[in-house]
């Protein structure tokens, strides 16, 4: 069962313009939301993370938006950089502190 | 700020071999961290939680006996992969948290390779 879905395999997105990540979740209780980047041989890093009170955060060029009555949640990346080229994991957990439950990775590609 | 350090970053050992894996948090005290496993093109699955000084809890489906985490200090955990069979193959990765309401800090990885 999979709680937490990334259903795009991949992005492509130009220089310069917008990536958009989506991720879906099916778990009501979940009440905190991760963003990770990962490069190859390399583990996670965090990006940013929302709260489930909120419906954005932003943090520089990455904005997260989290829509509950949906139970969908983006990652908007504005511009977009060649370096922003990685898997992107979003993550869900609840009791903020509790395990974190993975989606199946988006591989962006920025393209120069 | 939030480094976290896991040693070896590849391992190649034959079946019947015990394997230790390390992880550190270098800049910060973690009271509890992880261990997930990682299969091609799939997702991070997560293996068990341990807080320093208490047994790990696995998640279902890990076996304890197979997978020993120890969890001495609060910048030290380790796993070990005891009597390791091909199907152990895998990239594990660790990750280290400080409070609870901070984000998990994971380590590069080890990807585990038994012939």
């Known amino acids: 069962d999979q709680q937490v879905k990334q259903n795009s395999p991949s992005l492509s997105v130009q220089e310069g313009r917008i990536s958009i990540l989506n991720c879906d979740y099916t778990?009501?209780?979940?009440?905190?939301f991760l963003w990770y980047k990962k490069y190859p041989a390399e583990g996670p890093t965090f990006l940013i993370s929302?709260?489930?009170?909120?419906d954005k955060n932003e943090d520089g060029r990455f904005t997260v938006f989290l829509n509950k009555s949906a139970k969908h949640l983006s990652l908007h990346i504005v511009p977009s950089q060649p370096g922003d080229s990685a898997v992107y994991f979003c993550?869900?957990?609840?009791?903020?502190?509790?395990?974190?439950?993975f989606g199946q990775g988006t591989e962006l590609s920025v393209k120069p | 700020g939030a480094v976290v350090s896991q040693h070896p970053s590849r391992v190649i050992c034959k079946s019947g071999t015990s394997v230790k894996i390390e992880c550190r948090s270098l800049?910060?005290?973690?009271?509890?961290m992880f261990w997930y496993r990682q299969f091609p093109k799939q997702s991070l699955m997560l293996m068990a939680t341990?807080?320093?000084?208490?047994?790990?809890?696995?998640e279902q489906g890990v076996e304890k006996d197979k997978f020993l985490i120890n969890h001495a200090s609060l910048t030290l955990s380790t796993l070990t992969v005891t009597s390791a069979h091909p199907e152990d193959s895998s990239f594990y990765i660790c990750?280290?948290?400080?409070?609870?309401?901070?984000?998990?800090?994971f380590g590069d990885g080890t990807r585990l390779s038994i012939l």
């Open positions: 990750s280290a948290r400080g409070a609870v309401s901070q984000p998990q800090h």
């Open positions: 778990n009501s209780m979940f009440d905190y």
């Open positions: 929302i709260s489930s009170i909120k």
């Open positions: 993550a869900a957990t609840y009791n903020q502190g509790g395990k974190l439950i």
């Open positions: 800049d910060f005290q973690a009271t509890t």
């Open positions: 341990s807080n320093e000084g208490s047994k790990a809890t696995y």
